[in-house]
């Protein structure tokens, strides 16, 4: 199996229309390119329906037929895949952002539209290295502006610039880009940039051993997918699932539901709870923040922190001690 191969992921979902009826559809992750067609293929229709509850034997064999159906096209997509008519795009960055974005809840969906607005619909990986960071973070503080015309504040630049980083590791680890393509991008440095934690502080935090775990593994997670406390809260051992290729995801409850795609870390703090139904049964909000604030105060941090001072996307908790300190 080729590295591509590993890189993509290619897979048979369901999209509820109503009436007990579902749709199935091949999902591309990240999108690809047909070559033969030259069409960019985020997912595609190949219809087919099915019941969602079937309610009888019939019902069940008719599911049975239509999914062999699905799972053989399948296989030749795969196949297409692996013979280079369907092939990972060249010109992808900004549909491998859009990917995260849908992925991780909307918590990049800001900085996405930011982002097209510096590059357009289309962005080359060859474009991104450390001088077109810098250039982006020129643009969003100087350019870039809210929906009431006024220009980002130092804050918002900064936590979009945090989001760049975090999606340009994301391409390093898939192999798009390269670490030295990158090599001396930073993050900036304002005078109000306190309302985002330290990566110092977060190593005094926790470096301190006596914590509620409970509050622990919600921050860990928190760090870890970049996902709101008030989902985590409601997070179920349930919507936790993992396809064939060993990728770990998260079922979004709400109107807009999906999947979001989390790294084995952070999977395997889930699978570690003893709790059939909620992850963090029995917590509420104002006492998870309660315990954090408990813990910062016992730690010795000087800044009182909440939750949503700790927007900082971590591929792993050993950042928090590896990471090298901001040069002032």
Known sequence: MSNERRRAIIEIFQKKIGHGWARLLIRYTPALIDMKRGLTLDYEDIGIKVYTNPANANQEK??????SKA???LDKRRSEFDNGRIRLPSEDFISFYRHLAASMGYNLTA????????????????????GFIAEYQTFLECKASTSKGALLANSTVLLYMRQMLFVCRTAISKGFISEDDIAGAGLPRYPDDDCVVSFADLRKLYRYPERDHRVEKLLNLHLLTG????????????DLTSDDFGNWSLDIK????????????A?????QCDNEGHV???????????LLTQWTTNAGLTKSYRFHNFRIQLDSLDDIFLRKPRES
Do not use: H, W
Request: charge should be positive.
């Open 227 to 238: 996902l709101p406390v008030s989902y985590l809260l409601r997070l179920e051992v349930k």
């Open 267 to 271: 999977a395997e703090i889930i699978r």
């Open 280 to 290: 963090f049964q029995g917590m509420s909000y104002p006492e998870a923040n309660s």
């Open 254 to 265: 709400g109107k807009r539901g999906k999947r979001t795609y989390i790294s084995s870390e």
């Open 62 to 67: 008719f599911n049975r037929l239509r999914y």
């Open 71 to 73: 799972n053989s096209l």
């Open 111 to 130: 900085s996405l539209k930011q982002l097209i607005k510096f590059t357009g619909e289309r962005c080359a990986f060859d474009r991104i290295n450390a």
